[in-house]
């Protein structure tokens, strides 16, 4: 799943599994917190190590359902991730106004 599309993936409120995967633990996580606002130099870190991340989406996921309002999560900041929910609310509210059948397959 890319990271902008619309999703109805519920995700637990506990530890995630998929974190011990993450870039950011190898790099300190407080470095994905940055202090006084949001800061283009540290974003652009933040970026960098994100984009190199293999559970970006996953992360970026976690973050908006949980609605996690603090720190870079998944490529994103804060400012970023509020847009991202409202686009991903307006998306979801056009698709149940004109829902369409659903092929459903098993998972093996």
């Given at each position: 799943?890319?990271?902008?599309?619309?999703?109805?993936?519920?995700?637990?409120?506990g530890?995630?599994?998929?974190?011990?995967?993450?870039?950011?633990?190898?790099?300190?996580?407080?470095?994905?917190?940055?202090?006084?606002?949001?800061?283009?130099?540290?974003?652009?870190?933040?970026?960098?190590?994100?984009?190199?991340?293999?559970?970006?989406?996953?992360?970026?996921?976690?973050?908006?359902?949980?609605?996690?309002?603090s720190?870079?999560?998944?490529?994103?900041?804060?400012?970023?991730?509020?847009?991202?929910?409202?686009?991903?609310?307006?998306?979801?509210?056009?698709?149940?106004?004109?829902?369409?059948?659903?092929?459903?397959?098993?998972?093996?």
């Amino acid at each position: 799943m890319r990271s902008g599309e619309p999703h109805n993936r519920i995700i637990s409120r506990g530890e995630p599994d998929w974190k011990a995967g993450a870039c950011c633990g190898k790099h300190g996580e407080y470095n994905f917190f940055p202090e006084g606002g949001e800061s283009n130099k540290e974003h652009a870190r933040c970026r960098v190590l994100c984009d190199s991340c293999p559970i970006k989406s996953e992360c970026l996921d976690y973050a908006l359902c949980n609605r996690i309002d603090s720190g870079f999560w998944g490529g994103m900041s804060e400012r970023e991730r509020r847009n991202e929910r409202k686009r991903r609310q307006r998306a979801a509210a056009r698709v149940n106004r004109n829902p369409t059948p659903v092929k459903i397959e098993a998972v093996a």
